[in-house]
């Protein structure tokens, strides 16, 4: 089955730095790649995802970027703000179509912006 | 997106009790799966719970300790059986939505906290 593997399990950043995650997968058929961010005592919440259909997505202050060719795909923070602490997980998935099966999840990286 | 609701929030049980947490959705979807949290950890699959079939279970986890209901496609309850203290964590409910037009996305619940003395 899929294994992923996630790097830093801590990252600590002063405010206004950027913050990167790194992930890498094993499963060659892995084709969707979302990242969650979970605050203290909340649920995990989708905040970015990307297809194996394109290299790099952003979304304002985030992004992400995939290497299929070597298995890794990378959570982008710029500009970081105290509300960005939170514990960050990767997962991958194969998805067919319109639908993807079971996610596995990295191990998790707790960010920490020191303002 | 999904809004899903979880019941209970947590709760303090003995061991070689049973806890059943409801999972609650508002609208129609796909699929639904349970996941498992403990303290300071990344998210474990326990099941997919599959509407009108027995449920998918992963490597580790079995039926009798964690049976599972879907009679609709809105709903879903895990029990947790004969309980450890091992059983403390998060006990998660995640489904699978689809925005019109769009491919699906997994969204999770807020969790039950449960702690076994």
């Known amino acids: 089955g899929e294994n992923v593997e996630q790097h830093p399990s801590t990252l600590s950043v002063q405010e206004g730095d950027s913050a990167v995650i790194k992930c890498t997968y094993s499963d060659s058929a892995s084709n969707y790649f979302p990242w969650y961010k979970q605050e203290l005592g909340k649920r995990p919440q989708l905040i970015i995802d990307i297809r194996s259909n394109v290299g790099e997505k952003k979304d304002q202050r985030i992004a992400v970027t995939l290497n299929k060719t070597a298995k890794h795909f990378s959570l982008h923070i710029t500009e970081t703000q105290p509300e960005d602490s939170a514990v960050y997980f990767c997962a991958a998935s194969t998805e067919d179509g319109t639908s993807y099966g079971k996610l596995t999840f990295g191990q998790g990286t707790i960010l920490t912006v020191h303002p | 997106s999904a809004v899903i609701s979880q019941k209970p929030s947590r709760d303090i049980c003995q061991r070689g009790t049973s806890l059943t947490i409801q999972c609650q959705v508002d609208?129609?979807?796909?699929?639904m799966f349970w996941y498992r949290q403990q303290p300071g950890q990344s998210l474990t699959l326990i099941a997919t719970a599959n509407q009108g079939s027995e449920a998918t279970y992963e490597s580790g986890f079995v039926i009798d300790k964690f049976p599972i209901s879907r009679p609709n496609l809105t709903f879903s309850t895990l029990t947790v059986s004969n309980m450890s203290p091992e059983d403390s964590s998060i006990y998660l409910c995640s489904v699978k939505h689809r925005a019109s037009g769009y491919t699906d996305t997994q969204y999770f619940g807020p969790g039950t906290r449960l702690t076994v003395l």
């Open positions: 609208s129609q979807v796909t699929m």
